[in-house]
């Protein structure tokens, strides 16, 4: 395998991954990101792409937000699109709730990326602590950076300085264990 291909639900998840994912794969592993505008499209869009991907030595990741779906529901759903276009080995990844979940649990990259000194002091509150358990961690965010966050750019600067190791996002953790198991790399 030669290239990762990431299908996005939304513009922010590319800017985020952007940054994130030049630390996480090796130089020899190209990736690239698609992002639709919002679940209908991914939803609609998806079994043309992986039909129509003729590209040799290419895996592929799907991402999307469980927003107020069942996690569970919302990833078979999208694993019987990929098996109907032909493609079961597409690795499925549900971020709990929304992205903004990963940017809770780890306030240090957020405060770096955008700026904002001594914000990492909230990430023992309750909030910061379950943000995959959080109802509208986009709220929170917005409310703990005095509305300095905002989607599109804020995912831009932040996603350089997220920690790969962190552990409070299940569904972050999930995320980047099951690309490094798609790259090969554990």
């Keep these: 395998m030669t290239r990762i291909v990431f299908f996005l639900e939304e513009r922010s998840a590319k ?10 794969l090796p130089d020899a592993l190209s990736f690239h990101c698609f992002f639709f505008e919002g679940k209908q499209s991914l939803r609609k869009q998806l079994p043309i792409k992986l039909r129509g991907w003729r590209a040799p030595d290419t895996c592929f990741v799907v991402l999307q937000d469980q927003d107020r779906g069942a996690c569970e529901e919302e990833k078979n759903k999208l694993a019987e699109i990929c098996r109907e276009a032909g493609r079961p080995e597409v690795l499925v990844r549900i971020v709990c709730r929304e992205l903004e979940s990963w940017y809770l649990a780890d306030l240090n990259a957020v405060g770096r ?4 000194r001594n ?10 602590r379950n943000p995959d358990g959080q109802q509208s961690p986009t709220a929170i965010l ?13 995912s831009r600067a932040i996603g350089p300085h997220l920690d790969l190791g962190n552990t409070r996002s299940a569904s972050f953790r999930n995320f980047i264990t099951g690309v490094r198991r798609t790259a090969g790399l554990s």
């Excluded at 800017?15 to 996480?24: A, D, I, S, T």
């Excluded at 990492?120 to 509150?125: G, L, Y």
Aim: proline fraction near 3%.
């Design 15 to 24: 800017e985020m991954l952007n940054g994130l994912l030049p630390r996480l």
């Design 119 to 128: 914000l990492a002091r909230h990430q023992e509150k309750a909030v910061c």
């Design 142 to 154: 917005k409310r703990l950076t005095r509305d300095k966050y905002q989607k599109v750019s804020g």
């Design 113 to 116: 990326g955008l700026g904002i």
